[in-house]
């Protein structure tokens, strides 16, 4: 018997709209009220857009509009 077959799956949620239906949540950290918390794609995106430009370049995925 597997040792770990009764561990529940950690139970994520968004920190903005509550959702337990995302399985796929992302740390935000950034200068808004988002700052630090775990948010679904959908409003991580929205935090995502909140940000200035010089801050979106942190992050290494961004790719800057020319
Ligand atoms: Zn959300």
Not at 1 to 19: E, H, N, Q, T, Y
Not at 23 to 48: H, I, M, P, Y
């Amino acid at each position: 018997m597997p040792l770990f077959s009764k561990v529940k799956k950690l139970a994520f949620i968004c920190a903005k709209c509550f959702s337990e239906k995302e399985d796929k949540l992302a740390w935000f950290v950034g200068s808004t009220l988002f700052n630090e918390s775990l948010l679904c794609r959908t409003c991580w995106k929205g935090q995502f857009n909140k940000l200035t430009e010089r801050e979106r370049k942190e992050w290494s995925f961004y790719v800057p509009k020319k």
